[in-house]
Structure formats: structure tokens, C-alpha cells
């Protein structure tokens, strides 16, 4: 079979996450590598601006190819370089009530016009698991309506790390050993106040993986500091964690209140780390029964944001430790806006360049590593399989020996 030519189209969705640019420059170096090698006839590199926002919008950038070869300085830049959007493909009335298609338009039919029009054979969807799923769906629908094939290939982008059936997702990583810096800095609050109480809440909503992992980042960093002797307020268990709660723990607050009055005692202060979608089931009941309305996203996802769990919770540890003082720091933009670390920067190149080679041979799927074969390989993982919402494991060992460390187990 000849080479051919191919017209790839890449994007950026959902929040931000500490892979998109490098995502994006290990994309443009691998296919101007096929190129040049003549695994391909011809290529054109297409940039969607914000997301499915650019897709239903029209609103793209060619890439000169007198550029592939500088974008390498992507690597050291965090955020998106070609720009983010929250957008859901099904809901259309939010996408009119954005002006994003016309009344009487389907945002699908409205995408599949655009790449047809632009005449993508290959997009790269850099995103959660709603965007890839998405783009396996316009690229199913542009294939029933219109009888044309568009490749879909995936790059697994959320810090959550929470995505069947994939290892690792973009990100994660980064995420956590910025969140651990962030804490390095705030921490020191506690010596602003007698009887501080500090809630540093961690980006997580069904998963408690980067509020763990933080913590584990951040605890690693204290084994090689050095503390004064007796006659100084600044120990070892003053910059300590007391307390780490993720959704996969059940949070009995009166029983942690206990506990936690005992470490303020002690130690003058409480440091708590906070999965921001710890106990929301327990919020959302409560504003239910008070007939307050739960704010939601395009998708209905829940807005953290909004309902603020950060401050529920530390309104009622607060009484129960007799803090005088609170602080909520939430490390969340601080984390995911970072470049990649090095970890994720071997992770991003390892599947842009499987991925470039599966979207060559016409295979669609999200790229990662696929936990259900054997040796968990880098592939194009089928769409079907693909779906959000995996828990932390709870029980890893690590997780355990952390727990019982500081004394919560």
C-alpha cells in the first residue's frame, strides 16, 4: 500500500492539565518524522482554537511546516497553546445558547461539516475521557451520515488519573509534585496563628488519586529536611500531614475531630490534605434538603467550585479541633497549569509516537497504557472501553503504610 497524503487536526479540551503543549509537540515532531521517512506522502496540521469550540466554530490554524521542527519549546510552557473549552457535543441547547451553531442545527452534524469541509483524515483529541468519547462519536456519526472516515486518536489528559482502563493519564504526575511544592510554601502559615488549621484542598472528584499522591510527594520531600531542636514552634510533626481524605474514605468527622484536637495539642496546628470531591454526597444532600439548588456543568457534572467543600468541611473540623484560626488553600490551578515533568514527558513521547504510527494504519482508540493486557502496553485503547469515574485504590500499600504513618488508620 503507497503512502498517502494526511491531513491531521489536533485539539485541546476540558480543563487543563500539566501535557497539553507537550502533547501537542510530540504530535507535530513524530508526524513531520513520518514524513520525512515516507511512511506518509504528505502532511497538514491543523489547530482547532478552544476546543470543540474551533471544531463547531470553524475557527483553526494551519501550521507552516517551516515551524515543526521550533516547537519543541512547547515542552517548557504549561496550559494549552492552542486554548481550551468545556463543550458537549449532545447538549444542544447549550451549545445555541453559546452561539455556537444556529436554531435548528445538531452540534454534531455542525463538527461533522467542518472536518469534512477542512477535509481532516486524523484528529488528535487531547483531553478526558468525555472528549475522546465525543470524538469517537462525531467520528462515528460522520461515517453513518456521510459515509467518510475520520481516524480518532486520543491522548488520555486529566490529573485526576481516573480513566478505565488506563494506567497512567497525562498529567497526574506533574500534578502531584506541583501540588507538594504548593504545600512546601503554605504550610508555613501554620506559625501565622496559634491553633492553625489548614485545609489544602487537592483537584479530585470521583478519585482521590492526586490528593494521595500529593501527599505522598509532599511526605517524601520532608525525609531529607532538618528541624531545630527544643524552644522552636517548627517541628517535624508542625509541617507534617495529620489527616488525608479522599472519596474512597469514609470520613467520620466527629471521630477525625477527636483524633486531630489530640496533633493541635501537640503539634499547634492541623494540616489537613482534602480531595475536593470528598463527602459531596453528604453537601449535595444537605442543599437539597435546604432547597438550594445544585450548580451543575455542561456535562452535570457538579461544580466544585460552587458548593465549595473546602469550607464545609473546615467550618465543622474547626469547632471540634478549637482552631482559632482556618485556611483553605486549594493547589488546584497552581498544579495543573505546570509544564510536564520528566516522568510524563517520557509517557506523552512514548504514546504520540504509538499514536502517530496507530493513526497511520487507520486504527482509532485513546492512547495509554491498557491495564487489561497483559504487560499493560501502549496502544489505541477501543473508544467502548474508555469511560471516566476509576476510583484510587484505597488499599495499595503505599496508601496504607501513609495512613498509618500519620496516624488516621
Request: overall charge negative; aromatic content about 6%.
Amino acid at each position: 500500500m503507497s503512502p498517502k497524503q494526511m491531513n491531521v487536526a489536533m485539539m485541546t479540551s476540558g480543563g487543563l492539565a500539566p501535557c497539553l503543549s507537550s502533547s501537542v509537540a510530540y504530535l507535530i515532531e513524530f508526524w513531520a518524522a513520518a514524513l520525512k521517512a515516507g511512511a506518509i506522502s504528505g502532511l497538514s496540521i491543523r489547530m482547532y482554537i478552544d476546543g470543540y469550540k474551533g471544531v463547531l466554530t470553524g475557527d483553526s490554524a494551519v501550521i507552516s511546516p517551516d515551524i515543526y521542527g521550533e516547537c519543541s519549546c512547547l515542552h517548557d510552557v504549561g496550559g494549552s497553546p492552542i486554548g481550551n473549552s468545556r463543550v458537549k457535543l449532545t447538549n444542544i441547547k447549550d451549545c445555541l445558547a453559546r452561539g455556537f451553531i444556529k436554531e435548528g442545527e445538531t452540534p454534531l452534524e455542525v463538527a461533522a461539516q467542518q472536518l469534512i469541509k477542512d477535509e481532516i483524515t486524523v484528529i488528535h483529541t487531547i483531553g478526558g475521557d468525555d472528549t475522546n468519547t465525543q470524538a469517537a462519536e462525531l467520528s462515528k456519526y460522520i461515517l453513518e451520515k456521510h459515509g467518510g472516515k475520520v481516524v480518532v486518536v486520543g491522548m488520555p489528559k486529566t490529573i485526576d488519573n481516573d480513566v478505565y482502563p488506563i494506567v497512567q493519564t497525562f498529567g497526574a504526575d506533574t500534578a502531584a509534585e506541583q501540588g507538594s511544592i504548593f504545600f512546601t510554601n503554605v504550610v508555613s502559615e501554620s506559625s501565622a496563628n496559634p491553633r492553625m488549621l489548614i485545609i489544602h484542598e487537592v483537584m479530585g472528584r470521583d478519585s482521590g488519586y492526586l490528593t494521595a499522591a500529593t501527599a505522598r510527594k509532599y511526605r517524601e520531600s520532608l525525609k531529607g529536611a532538618k528541624f531545630t531542636g527544643p524552644g522552636f514552634t517548627t517541628t517535624s510533626k508542625s509541617r507534617d500531614i495529620h489527616a488525608v481524605w479522599i472519596p474512597e474514605l469514609h470520613i467520620d468527622i466527629p471521630a477525625e475531630g477527636e483524633r486531630l484536637k489530640k496533633v493541635m495539642d501537640e503539634a499547634g496546628c492541623v494540616n489537613v490534605f482534602l480531595s475536593e470531591g470528598a463527602g459531596v454526597g453528604d453537601i449535595v444532600k444537605e442543599m437539597e434538603a435546604n432547597g438550594e439548588d445544585v450548580p451543575r456543568d455542561a456535562f452535570g457534572h457538579i461544580s466544585l467550585a460552587k458548593i465549595n467543600p473546602g469550607v464545609y468541611f473546615s467550618q465543622r473540623l474547626a469547632t471540634l479541633v478549637k482552631a482559632e484560626k482556618t485556611l483553605v488553600q486549594k493547589s488546584g490551578y497552581f498544579a495543573r497549569s505546570a509544564a510536564s515533568n520528566k516522568f510524563d514527558l517520557k509517557l506523552i513521547k512514548d504514546c504520540a509516537e504509538k499514536g502517530v504510527e496507530s493513526a497511520i494504519a487507520g486504527v482509532s482508540g485513546c492512547m495509554g497504557q491498557d491495564e487489561d493486557k497483559e504487560g499493560t502496553p501502549i496502544r489505541a485503547i477501543e473508544f467502548e472501553r474508555v469511560k471516566g469515574g476509576k476510583h484510587f485504590d484505597k488499599d495499595a500499600p503505599w496508601f496504607q503504610e501513609l495512613l498509618k504513618d500519620i496516624g488516621q488508620i
